[in-house]
């Protein structure tokens, strides 16, 4: 039992402090306007809300949230293991996660209370999703990346996606195992990560 005590203790602490990070972050673009959207007013709903057009290929939906707001307002703990990290404070989910090659679009809702976003990493051989080492940043490597969605009503590369918001991005893939990840600091370990597979 003490063997396992400080790497549990090194666990928890690195989830909180991931989770710390990652709010105080948000928090510090919140107040420097980082996240005011420029969304045309054609996608524009009540308030700030918004909803993706009529998008081209196969069409996966991608939940993203957080504790602080998410679709049951509680934490959705994970077990740590393999292709799992600290605890899933966070969430980023994708359905269908298979699809076939060619043009997959990804819809991304924002039902958290913090901004997200989602890049997309092809997986090597062996690899699992939640696998990524994470910097003294928080982050990932966004070596290899196909693209994301972080444009609060709007397609591709943007500041984030803000709550309550939609965005979305249209990629041709090829058959193969890929990871969509937030890579806001500290929203990896925290859990946002899921595996997308395109099949021939």
């Not at 959207?37 to 809300?49: F, K, L, M, N, V």
């Not at 939906?61 to 404070?89: F, I, K, L």
């Not at 298979?98 to 997200?116: D, E, I, K, M, W």
Request: charged letters at 10%; a positive charge.
């Amino acid at each position: 039992m003490s063997v396992n005590r400080p790497r549990g203790i090194w666990l928890v602490a690195g989830a909180v402090a991931a989770l710390v990070l990652g709010i105080a972050t948000t928090v510090l673009f919140a107040a420097t306007g980082a996240f005011r959207g420029s969304a045309p007013a054609a996608w524009r709903g009540p308030g700030t809300q918004c909803s993706a057009p009529a998008l081209k290929g196969h069409v996966v939906d991608v939940p993203v949230g957080d504790m602080m707001g998410g679709m049951t307002g509680r934490p959705h703990w994970r077990t740590p293991g393999p292709g799992r990290q600290g605890m899933g404070t966070m969430y980023l989910r994708a359905a269908p996660s298979t699809v076939p090659a060619g043009l997959v679009s990804l819809r991304v809702v924002n039902v958290g209370a913090l901004p997200h976003e989602v890049v997309v990493l092809p997986l090597s051989a062996g690899q699992a999703a939640g696998e990524r080492p994470t910097g003294s940043d928080g982050k990932v490597s966004e070596a290899g990346s196909l693209g994301e969605a972080s444009r609060s009503c709007g397609a591709g590369t943007g500041n984030g996606i803000t709550p309550g918001t939609t965005a979305w991005t249209t990629l041709t893939l090829q058959p193969g195992r890929y990871e969509l990840v937030c890579n806001f600091p500290g929203h990896y370990m925290a859990g946002m990560y899921t595996e997308l597979d395109v099949t021939r």
